[in-house]
């Protein structure tokens, strides 16, 4: 399993923008699938984006869509979540996860990626 190190949440305005990055310790990304997740308070894990292999196979819920963006640089060292135009029910902790090439496709959700971040908080409020 990979260690993954997340940083960049932290708490804005509503209409502000954050950009999440997570980064496997020691290792680079390969060919694996990049998950992001959120829980707020009092909820259940909610998928946000995947990434497959390739960038045109990266996938958005509904809730977010137009607002948060999903990347990888090239190297597959560091992916990152682009938030903008945040509102107050963005909020939560934000988590990365790992699985393998067919993990965005498998049909299983969160239980498909094998490797999680530790979660960083994103507030927004005014």
């Known amino acids: 399993q990979l260690q993954l190190v997340e940083s960049g949440g932290g708490s804005v305005q509503p209409g502000g923008s954050l950009r999440l990055s997570c980064a496997p310790s020691g290792r680079t990304f390969d060919l694996h699938a990049i998950g992001w997740f959120r829980q707020a308070p009092g909820k259940v894990l909610e998928g946000v984006s995947c990434m497959g292999p390739t960038p045109s196979s990266t996938t958005y819920a509904d809730s977010v869509m137009g607002r948060f963006t999903a990347s990888r640089d090239n190297a597959k060292t560091t992916v990152w979540l682009q938030l903008t135009n945040l509102q107050p029910e963005d909020t939560a902790v934000y988590y990365c996860?790992?699985?393998?090439?067919?993990?965005?496709?498998?049909?299983?959700?969160?239980?498909?990626?094998?490797?999680w971040g530790q979660g960083t908080q994103v507030t927004v409020s005014s």
């Open positions: 996860a790992v699985g393998p090439p067919t993990a965005c496709v498998s049909g299983n959700g969160a239980s498909a990626f094998a490797s």
